[in-house]
Every structure is written in structure tokens, then in C-alpha cells.
């Protein structure tokens, strides 16, 4: 069985009920998410064995955060502890034209201050055939760029295939910041993640012809930004998602890999949005389970757009399906028809 390792922030997630107003009634919901556990979630839903590495505070919501991930099936034997806070994000859902807000409250939490020798990468990297991380980890501080620099190192000496998902997140960081650090890490990059905003808030690199917020995506363009981003820092895959956003309620939702040879296009699915917090982490989970599982690049895309699709439906930050049901979504059964 393939072994994954991801690495990065798990964080409280506070929000209101359905789709109410921060404060709309005094009650919030608290459950834990972050780009890489959310990765890892995914993978262990799909039968792989995934471990997921962070730090986290020896007390009560730190423990929490590690049960989280326990009872879903992922290794949480290799998380360090210490520390004194949880990061933590406060999301409003929106609906229709109104957007969501996400408020982040995570300065000074155990996994920001972390330092390069709380990790050893050789004995996490033990037996591992892949791993991912996103760029929302080095947005946090030099000190975790110098911490994924060194897993990097640490995966590459040991054969182990690296993925990352650009993920920019300007409350975190500048672009020249994001770009001078990911210039550094993505040379060890085999499988680059993206979306219709990133590569060029990243690297300066867009697609032709798009308003990502008018809601017109020339898919054409795509490829050449995939082109780009593989002759750059030589990628052997380069994905990006496709979103067309309609309504804060309603987008359509597609993606595209490519492999150095073919540009694969998913089929694209229009979706009424329950959640869609990690639906790009649901993306990269079903994209790494393919590409591990042998699947074909158009395969591969196909799981991985399925994969989120169905993630859009399902409320929190984890993506709770199984390999089975992405199968069935991917091979053409959208109806959405009671099982019985």
C-alpha cells in the first residue's frame, strides 16, 4: 500500500449555523480542517495509508485536532506537540451573490512558531512514497519555508515524489514573498497544483482571455499556462482547477492535467454548493490517490474533478467519501438518486 506525508496548519474552524451571518444568533460550530490534514483525509477515505504532520499544543483543542484525524483513519503518530495555540478561522458561509468571508486567527499558533529542528524528516520520510504540501505552509513565516525547504531535501534523497498546491493566500503573504519562496521550493516539485488565480499571483503566469470573475474561462489558455509552469521548473504534472464562478451558490467546476505531452480536460460539473472549503484539497487528494493508484492522465482528472465535486456536497473542511462513490460520479452517474 502507497504511504503518503503531508504537512501543514490543522486549524478550529468557527461558524455560524447554515448560512447565518457571523453573530446572527450565539452559536458556532467547531470543527477542525487545514489544506494538508484535508489531503490526508481524502487519502485514507480511499484505503491509502497517509501520514499527517504538524505541531500541535499538548492540551485539550490540540488533542482535539489529532482525534479529528485519528477517526477518520490518518496517522497522526508522527504530529509533534507543543506549543501554546491552535490557529483558528472563523467562516461565513455565503449564498447566492452574497461571497464568504473567512477571517483568520492563527499569529503565534504551535505550528507558526515551529522550528527546523522539531521535525526529523529522514525518520518521517521512512518508507514514503509521496508527499504534498501547499503554499499556504511558507506563508506563515521564514522559518516554515526553511521547514519545507529541509522536507523537500529530505523527500528528493530518498526517492520520495513531491506534490504541491500553490494555494496563494495574500492575507498571509505578499506575492513577491509567495514568489521568491515557491521559486526556491518548486524545484523539487513533481506534481504542481493550481487554480485559475494562483499561477499568476504566484509566477506572473495567466490564461488569455479569462475573467475569472465575470465568469468566462477560455480553457485554451490553460495549456499554456501548464506549458509554462512545467518548462519553468520542470514538472512531470502540472493540474489546474477550472472554476466558473456563477453565484457564490453555483459554479461550474472542471479541471485539466497535463504530462508533459497531453492536455487532459475533465468533463465539468455544475454544482449547487453546500461547502466548498476544501474542495481544492478534495482536488489534490483525488489526484494524488490516481496518480499512485496507475491511473491514465485523463483518468486521473476525472477522479480528482469527481473527487471535489462530491466534496462541495458535504459540510466541514474533509471531503467523506469513499473511492467508490468518486468512481461512480466520475463514470457518469450524477443523477444523485436515493441508494437503496
Sequence with gaps: MAKVITFGEIMLRLAPNGYLRFFQDDQLQATFGGGEANV???????????????????????????????ALGVDTSKIVRGGDRVGI?????????RG?????????????????????????????????????TPALGPNLVEICRQACKAAKAKGVKISCDLNYRGKL??????????????????????????????????????DIYGGKLNKD?????????????????????LRTSISASDNDWAGMLYDGKDY????????RIVDRVGGGDSFGGGLIYSLLTGKSTQEAVEFAVAASALKHSIEGDYNRVTAAEVEKLAGGDASGRVQR
Aim: aromatic residues 14%.
Design 40 to 70: 490526508s483525509v481524502s487519502l485514507a477515505n480511499y484505503g491509502l495509508d497517509t501520514a499527517f504532520v504538524t505541531k500541535l499544543p499538548a492540551h485539550a483543542i490540540g488533542q482535539g485536532a489529532v482525534n479529528s484525524l485519528r
Design 100 to 136: 464568504s468571508v473567512c477571517i483568520y486567527d492563527r499569529a503565534h499558533s504551535a505550528i507558526q512558531e515551529a522550528k527546523p529542528e522539531d521535525f526529523d524528516w529522514d525518520s518521517i520520510f521512512e518508507g514514503a512514497d509521496w508527499f504534498h504540501f501547499t503554499g499556504i
Design 264 to 271: 487532459c480536460f475533465s468533463k465539468e460539473y455544475h454544482l
Design 221 to 241: 489558455g490553460y495549456k499554456s499556462v501548464a506549458k509554462q509552469l512545467a518548462d519553468k521548473f520542470g514538472f512531470e504534472k502540472v493540474a489546474i482547477t
Design 89 to 97: 478561522y472563523y467562516l461565513e458561509k455565503g449564498a447566492s451573490q
Design 173 to 210: 503573504w505578499t506575492r513577491e514573498q509567495a514568489r521568491e519562496a515557491m521559486t526556491d521550493l518548486c524545484q523539487y516539485v513533481d506534481v504542481c497544483i493550481s487554480n485559475e488565480e494562483d499561477a499568476k499571483d504566484v509566477f506572473g503566469i495567466e490564461a488569455e482571455n479569462t
